[in-house]
């Protein structure tokens, strides 16, 4: 979009589609540092014609504060999404570029930092305490106080850590290894 020439109709234009539109809408080249200056504008003509301009600035503030909460809104969960899929947002200002590298950077490396570290866990606790049976074994209460059993010749069964152990010391049961 080229540079555009702001006033409080614009202004309010850009409000109102930020709020109907649930992606971020394209602003003008220098958007906010173009409504910085207008604002200044505002605010010494305000001096000088007192009421009239002081409820227009009032407005332009509550409406670009507004703006730019949905658009921070919209940023933060773009890259939520762009974090998950690597689709990269559309439509944002240079300032928010920079806003948003710094999520999505946070966001994965926390997903790597936690998620895959979580995921890794759980993937070799559950291949680890996999166990099929070498003979049948009767109904039994485990350390984690939960009944377990009776189990058949065959059957395969995810224990405890201590319990697992004791079947596999005694060669009551074997370790459960499944293929990659």
Known sequence: MLEEAITF?????????????????????????NVSSYLQQKRRMEEK????????????????????????????????????????????????????????NAIKERRVNILNTVLQAMEKEELASLIIFKEDVPEFVGSDLKTYGPFKKGDIAKLPEGNMKILLERGIAEEFKVPK
């Open 9 to 33: 109709e614009l202004i309010r234009r850009i409000q109102r589609e930020e709020q109907r539109v649930p992606k971020l809408t394209k602003l003008p080249e220098n958007f906010y540092q």
């Open 49 to 104: 014609e007192e009421r009239k301009t002081a409820l227009e600035v009032k407005n332009i503030e509550r409406l670009i504060e507004d703006i730019f909460n949905r658009r921070e809104r919209k940023i933060l969960n773009q890259a939520l999404i762009s974090a998950r899929t690597n689709i990269p947002p559309e439509n944002l200002t240079d300032e928010e570029k920079v806003f948003f590298e710094v999520l999505i």
